[in-house]
């Protein structure tokens, strides 16, 4: 930097302390857990979704004259469901310093 514009010098200074002010705010954000309740909620919502689905599908099925088709695609559905939910989690917690443990 040109040590004659003093201008420049302290807009610079103003750029070095905002920016050392977003790296505390990420670093406290990188340290707090996502709370286990939070966990817990979504994947308790999920598993009783899943338990009804079979009966929200049947009807379905039943038009069709296909009801033996309600557990492959509940399953199906369930599975890919519960992969979305394990990448959420992974998500919540990408750098693996605070593990979540059920």
């Known amino acids: 930097l040109p040590a ?12 070095i302390i905002v920016l050392g002010e977003c790296t505390a705010i990420c670093e ?7 709370p286990l309740v939070y966990t817990r909620h979504t ?6 979704w899943a338990l009804t689905l079979p009966c929200a599908l049947y009807s379905a ?4 004259d296909q009801t033996w088709a309600t557990l492959p695609a ?26 979540m443990k059920y």
Request: charged residues 20%; without cysteine; hydrophobic residues 50%.
């Open 4 to 15: 004659s514009d003093p201008k420049a010098l302290i807009e610079t200074d103003k750029s």
């Open 28 to 34: 406290k954000i990188y340290s707090s857990p996502v």
């Open 43 to 48: 994947a308790r919502f999920l598993s009783l």
């Open 61 to 64: 099925f039943s038009a069709l």
């Open 74 to 99: 509940t399953s199906i559905l369930a599975f890919f469901l519960f992969g979305v939910d394990e990448l959420a989690m992974q998500l919540e917690e990408p750098f693996s310093i605070l593990p």
